[in-house]
Nanobody
Framework: QVQLVESGGGLVQAGGSLRLSCVAS????????VAWFRQAPGKEREFVAV????????DYANSAQGRFTISRSNAKNTVYLQMNSLKPEDTAVYYC????????????????WGRGTQVTVSS
C-alpha cells in the first residue's frame, strides 16, 4: 500500500502563494491517481484537483481553476499543488489521496489518505 505525507501548508496573506507537497512511500506514485481535497471547519471535505496515473491528465474544481496547478515528479515520488492568488475562503486542511484507477472527484472513491496540512489565508 502507498503511504502519503503532506507538507507545505502555513499562514499566508490573501493574494499570496503556497506550494503543497504530497510525498508517497511504499509504492510508485505514478501508478496512482492522486487528488487534493480540502476541508474547512464545519464543512464537508471537497475536491480540489486531481492528476491521473500514467499520462498525468489533470482536472480542477471550479474554485481552483486558473489559480491552482497540480503536478507530479516521478523522480521525487511527489505530487504538488501550487496555489496562487489565495483567498480567505481557501482556508482549510488540505489532504492528498490516492486510488489505483482513473480519475475521480469523489472522496469516497479514494482509499489512501494523508493526514493533511493546514492552510490559513488571512484577509
Amino acid at each position: 500500500q502507498v503511504q502519503l505525507v503532506e507538507s507545505g501548508g502555513g499562514l499566508v496573506q490573501a493574494g499570496g502563494s503556497l506550494r503543497l507537497s504530497c510525498v508517497a512511500s511504499g509504492r510508485t506514485i505514478s501508478d496512482y491517481t492522486v487528488a487534493w481535497f480540502r476541508q474547512a471547519p464545519g464543512k464537508e471535505r471537497e475536491f480540489v484537483a486531481v492528476i491521473t496515473w500514467g499520462d498525468g491528465r489533470t482536472d480542477y474544481a471550479n474554485s481552483a481553476q486558473g489559480r491552482f496547478t497540480i503536478s507530479r515528479s516521478n523522480a521525487k515520488n511527489t505530487v504538488y499543488l501550487q496555489m496562487n492568488s489565495l483567498k480567505p475562503e481557501d482556508t482549510a486542511v488540505y489532504y492528498c489521496a490516492a486510488r489505483i484507477s482513473d480519475w475521480s472527484t469523489s472522496r469516497l472513491e479514494y482509499p489512501f489518505w494523508g493526514r493533511g496540512t493546514q492552510v490559513t489565508v488571512s484577509s
